[in-house]
């Protein structure tokens, strides 16, 4: 069976459905071809995110839950920073995929559920589509297109046949519990570090509304090889209050998920005829593992592009450069920060933890949200510096402390 688009996207993800809406709503006959039964299910997300860039991207405010507190626990200290006007948030992760994906459809996007993308289709040696298998055929399925966008997440299909993605040294691993949780505080969220919750990662408890909670642990492959599921039940004994607070919870889902970590902007997210986008490109942030907004915000440069290519129709690697570019501007400086604070933090021992906590405790609710957010501009750096030069220094000197022993070498 053969059948002919403009543009095929590879998976039914945020960075998917935003770049099949975009190339939809330009008139191009564009596919999404999503594995799975249903968009956003399994959830692979906890869903921490900033409201200021969620509405710069255009989601509505009811796909996320405002938080007014943010707190850090180590295993000796703790630090609580307040929001009256929410920064921070988290959002209902199934729900938003699924809102993408209905107006990915309203554009005029095809989408193709339960159909397994197998490989890419070439002719005389050029991408010319993908070959996928979806149990309406016993013979694999041919789908052909002008352009093919790889957003299969950490999968990254074919980026990687195609030689443009060459796999991922380190990557993030997270179990997670979906809580109904009756007594908990859905105000606050909680970061907690150490190697008692989360050794080389960190452990999370964030509030979605309605008395569902995600609690979830992430380690980082290869500075260690625990496995986060054995962690979960740590987290609810991390302080006096939150054993409180959990104490009537009990879970109603389970997930787990792989997260890649790759050093911003090494490496090429085009060629002839293909992009890739979101975590089959590595672009979300290493810092704290956080990928949505990175992958709607690169969507919306990518589907841009991909609509200027076929009006000079042109497919060629020179062209869809332009995508890259874009994202360089926009994306490159602020990862690459948050790629070398990442690469310190994940070999943190607990004395470098407790070191550092009377340091973090003494930022204001704004610079602790920037830092977390990723957003090192020059104002960030020159609050910090001219409210408390002290810290700079304290920082330097903690970035500097000797890593805890790990199990395996880091890549
Ligand atoms: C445990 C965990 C916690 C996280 N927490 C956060 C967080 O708090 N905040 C945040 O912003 N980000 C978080 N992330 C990261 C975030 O989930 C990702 O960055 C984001 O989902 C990337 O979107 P995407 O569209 O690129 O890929 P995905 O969301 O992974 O979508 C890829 C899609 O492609 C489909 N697919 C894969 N292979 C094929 C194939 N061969 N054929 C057809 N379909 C295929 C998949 O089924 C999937 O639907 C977390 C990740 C993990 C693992």
Redesign the pocket.
Known sequence: MNQIYDVIV????????VTAEITARAGLKTVV????EA??VPV??????WIGDLQKLGIPDDYYHPLHRLRLVTGKHQASFDYPKPAAC??D?RRL?QYLGEKAIAAGADIRLK????RPYLQEGSLAGVE?SSGRSTSPEVYRSSLVVD?????G?IGKRQGINPGYKAF?????YDLYAPDYDESEAYLLMGSVTAPNGYG?I?PYGNHRVRL?V?VIRPFNDVDPRDYLEQQYQATPELSRMLKRSSPVEF?????PIYPPGGRKFVSDRLLI?????G??SSL????????IGS?QLAGKVVTGAFQSQDWSEAYLMHYQRLWRAKYYKDLVIAYWIYQRIARFSDRAWDALMPVLSRLTPDQMAGGLKGDFNAGWFSSILFRNPRIALDVAAHSRIKPAPSRTTPG
């Open positions: 590879v998976g039914a993800g945020p960075a998917g459905l071809l999503e594995k799975n968009i956003g692979r997300s906890s869903g921490g995110s988290v959002l992760v995929y159909t397994h993308v197998d996928g957003s299969s997440g950490y999968a299909l993030g691993y997270g179990a997670e999370w964030f979830g992430g997930h787990t998920g792989l997260f986008v979101g975590d089959a490109a672009q979300g704290v593992g956080e990928g949505i907004r990175y992958a969507a």
